[in-house]
């Protein structure tokens, strides 16, 4: 009825199928870990901390807060290490206490309130600003820049 071939074929087919499913349901979760080295960052709004980092531009969209923004928006996703350190920061970056938060932006003697609605992925530094495009056309102008040296604060 079957030939030996067939039959090995089946055999491997059938093993091949099921340790596929054996290796998906045993998978276990991959651990995330966190710098230690911004635990300790905290929301110093109320003594005016400044910070240094860099500012640049990207087009909006759905944000790590979950929040729709257009890029005539005045917003700006901070770098993943700010984001991710900020006190009170859980697994789900909807639920992060930074979002929504304002901050006031200086570049070149120009100045520019923004509100916090995104994470920056690409960012390298923890104070590093990713603006919509409208924010950077106000404070530097020339999309062309695309990286410039800016100081903030939380408004």
Same mark, same amino acid.
Not at 10 to 33: K, Q, T
């Given at each position: #009825?079957?030939?030996k071939?067939?039959?090995?074929?089946?055999?491997?087919v059938?093993?091949?199928? #099921? &340790? #596929?499913?054996?290796?998906?349901?045993? @998978?276990?979760?991959?651990?995330?870990?966190?710098?230690? &080295?911004?635990?300790?960052?905290?929301?110093?709004? &109320?003594?005016?901390?400044? $910070?240094?980092?860099? +500012?640049?531009? $990207?087009?909006?969209?759905?944000?790590?807060? +979950?929040?729709?923004n257009?890029? +005539?928006?005045?917003?700006v996703?901070?770098? $993943?290490? @700010?984001?991710?350190?900020?006190?009170?920061?859980?697994a789900?970056?909807?639920?992060?206490?930074?979002?929504?938060?304002?901050?006031?932006? $200086?570049?070149?003697?120009?100045?520019? *309130?923004?509100?916090?609605?995104?994470?920056? &992925? @690409?960012?390298?530094?923890?104070d590093?600003?990713? #603006?919509?495009?409208?924010?950077?056309?106000?404070?530097?102008?020339?999309?062309? /820049? +695309?990286?410039?040296? /800016? *100081?903030?604060?939380?408004?």
């Amino acid at each position: #009825m079957f030939t030996k071939s067939f039959a090995s074929s089946f055999v491997l087919v059938f093993v091949s199928v #099921m &340790a #596929m499913f054996v290796s998906v349901s045993y @998978g276990a979760p991959i651990a995330v870990r966190r710098s230690t &080295a911004l635990a300790a960052r905290q929301d110093t709004s &109320a003594s005016g901390t400044t $910070y240094s980092g860099d +500012g640049t531009w $990207y087009e909006t969209g759905l944000g790590a807060c +979950g929040i729709t923004n257009t890029d +005539g928006d005045p917003i700006v996703a901070i770098g $993943y290490q @700010g984001f991710d350190s900020y006190p009170g920061a859980t697994a789900n970056p909807n639920d992060n206490p930074i979002c929504n938060k304002k901050v006031t932006i $200086y570049y070149g003697g120009k100045t520019a *309130t923004a509100t916090i609605t995104d994470r920056c &992925a @690409g960012c390298a530094g923890a104070d590093d600003l990713d #603006m919509s495009p409208s924010l950077f056309d106000t404070l530097v102008g020339d999309p062309g /820049i +695309g990286r410039v040296s /800016i *100081t903030w604060n939380y408004s």
